[in-house]
């Protein structure tokens, strides 16, 4: 199946130890090349990359020459805390080639999951996409402990491409695909090219396999599939084995598509709208709410009173001077930051709060007004 690279604005990549650390020979650095020109084509093609990439502990463990049995848990701390030096290096060496600046990025499981700490983690990767960079993202394993740790990248993966709100997130796996058994093993086993839906028969068909050195078999890349097509971001899974993997895949090589429903702006819109409790409200003019519904974010100047209490990243309702509920979103600021640009021209906000601009209040992208609201109750039925 042929799918266009241009099709995605926003793609992230997983890569796996296994494809990148050979137990002997270390770094397979002609085929991390290859994956560097492949993510070269796709910049040209218009899209945007950020790469996931394990390989820290493994290549830590090559370069302490720990011995090939489970490590515990200190152990692979400090295999990581040194591997993921030399694996950043060669990803800003491959990069090079291309001119592109790599940009590490290191998470634990709380910058995903805590709102304040998810937003400061977002906004440092957008950036880095602006500034053109390829973020390469992966655990912090020296600090992450086995309470708060992903344990696997497809899964920490999967929530950086919600959070980034990417329409494609690619696992290149040692395998091709997702199928139905063991290929090789069971009887009649097929690979599915398409998956629009990840039912409990699908999920029974996920075998736990995985070499020694990646963790991740076809039950972890299923649970990333579920994160991935909730927040409107399509999976795909592939092999990784061969140089260029990516022109591989999208010259139609064989692989499992699984398609997200929606994108990942109405995805985000429809979790907007399902908050019910809303810690405060914006009151509007007529001036902004016409500016609404003619599909434009909130500015502050269109604001006449800021209610209640929220923080950055809340979901506040939206009111109308007679008091109607509007509709609802994301705020871009805090109570009191809010509170101080009412009524106010966004030019002067830099002025007012003494930092850079966050743009408007509520992006039009995070912001739901109560007639699509039903439009969208209406098309789930
Ligand atoms: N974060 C780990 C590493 O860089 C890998 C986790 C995984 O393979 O999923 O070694």
Same mark, same amino acid.
């Given at each position: 199946?042929?799918?266009?690279?241009?099709?995605?604005?926003?793609?992230?990549?997983?890569?796996?130890?296994?494809?990148?650390?050979?137990?002997?020979?270390?770094?397979?650095?002609?085929?991390?090349?290859?994956?560097?020109?492949?993510?070269?084509?796709?910049?040209?093609?218009?899209?945007?990359?950020?790469?996931?990439?394990?390989?820290?502990?493994?290549?830590?463990?090559?370069?302490?020459?720990?011995?090939?049995? #489970?490590? *515990? =848990? @200190?152990?692979?701390?400090? $295999?990581? /805390?040194? +591997?993921?030096?030399?694996?950043?290096?060669?990803?800003? !060496?491959?990069?090079?080639?291309?001119?592109?600046?790599?940009?590490?990025?290191?998470?634990?499981?709380?910058?995903?999951?805590?709102?304040?700490?998810?937003?400061?983690?977002?906004?440092?990767?957008?950036?880095?996409?602006?500034?053109?960079?390829?973020?390469?993202?992966?655990?912090?394993?020296?600090?992450?402990?086995?309470?708060?740790?992903?344990?696997?990248?497809?899964?920490?993966?999967?929530?950086?491409?919600?959070?980034?709100?990417?329409?494609?997130?690619?696992?290149?796996?040692?395998?091709?695909?997702?199928?139905?058994?063991?290929?090789?093993?069971?009887?009649?086993?097929?690979?599915?090219?398409?998956?629009?839906?990840?039912?409990?028969?699908?999920?029974?068909?996920?075998?736990?396999?995985?070499?020694?050195?990646?963790?991740?078999?076809? #039950?972890? *890349? =299923? @649970?990333?599939?579920?994160? $991935?097509? /909730?927040? +409107?971001?399509?999976?795909?899974?592939?092999?990784?084995? !061969?140089?260029?993997?990516?022109?591989?895949?999208?010259?139609?090589?064989?692989?499992?598509?699984?398609?997200?429903?929606?994108?990942?702006?109405?995805?985000?819109?429809?979790?907007?709208?399902?908050?019910?409790?809303?810690?405060?409200?914006?009151?509007?003019?007529?001036?902004?709410?016409?500016?609404?519904?003619?599909?434009?974010?909130?500015?502050?100047?269109?604001?006449?009173?800021?209610?209640?209490?929220?923080?950055?990243?809340?979901?506040?309702?939206?009111?109308?001077?007679?008091?109607?509920?509007?509709?609802?979103?994301?705020?871009?600021?805090?109570?009191?930051?809010?509170?101080?640009?009412?009524?106010?021209?966004?030019?002067?906000?830099?002025?007012?709060?003494?930092?850079?601009?966050?743009?408007?209040?509520?992006?039009?992208?995070?912001? #739901?007004?109560?007639?699509?609201?039903?439009?969208?109750?209406?098309?789930?039925?």
């Amino acid at each position: 199946m042929v799918v266009a690279a241009s099709s995605f604005k926003r793609i992230v990549i997983k890569i796996g130890s296994a494809l990148l650390v050979d137990r002997e020979a270390g770094l397979k650095r002609n085929w991390l090349n290859s994956l560097c020109a492949d993510v070269n084509m796709l910049r040209e093609a218009g899209c945007e990359v950020l790469l996931v990439s394990s390989g820290a502990i493994a290549l830590g463990r090559k370069q302490f020459e720990l011995p090939l049995r #489970v490590l *515990k =848990l @200190e152990e692979s701390q400090a $295999a990581a /805390a040194t +591997g993921q030096i030399l694996l950043a290096r060669a990803y800003s !060496e491959a990069l090079g080639e291309y001119d592109y600046q790599a940009g590490q990025v290191l998470l634990t499981l709380g910058d995903t999951e805590e709102r304040r700490r998810y937003i400061n983690a977002r906004e440092t990767i957008s950036t880095l996409l602006k500034l053109g960079a390829v973020p390469i993202i992966n655990e912090n394993d020296t600090v992450a402990t086995s309470e708060i740790r992903y344990g696997d990248n497809d899964r920490l993966a999967a929530r950086v491409a919600t959070m980034v709100s990417a329409d494609l997130l690619v696992l290149l796996s040692d395998i091709d695909g997702f199928y139905s058994g063991i290929p090789g093993k069971d009887a009649d086993t097929r690979r599915f090219d398409r998956i629009t839906e990840i039912t409990p028969e699908i999920e029974a068909m996920a075998g736990d396999a995985g070499t020694e050195l990646s963790k991740g078999g076809m #039950v972890t *890349k =299923l @649970e990333a599939g579920k994160i $991935a097509m /909730a927040g +409107g971001t399509s999976m795909v899974i592939a092999s990784g084995k !061969e140089l260029h993997p990516l022109k591989l895949l999208f010259n139609g090589g064989n692989a499992t598509w699984f398609d997200a429903k929606e994108t990942p702006v109405t995805a985000r819109k429809k979790w907007i709208a399902g908050q019910i409790e809303l810690g405060g409200s914006i009151v509007i003019d007529k001036g902004a709410a016409r500016a609404l519904i003619g599909g434009k974010s909130l500015l502050p100047a269109g604001v006449t009173e800021v209610k209640g209490e929220f923080s950055r990243g809340d979901v506040v309702a939206i009111v109308s001077v007679e008091g109607e509920e509007l509709g609802c979103g994301l705020v871009s600021y805090g109570v009191r930051d809010a509170s101080q640009i009412a009524g106010c021209q966004s030019d002067e906000i830099e002025t007012i709060l003494g930092m850079t601009s966050r743009g408007a209040l509520i992006h039009r992208d995070n912001l #739901v007004l109560r007639t699509q609201a039903t439009k969208m109750e209406k098309s789930d039925a």
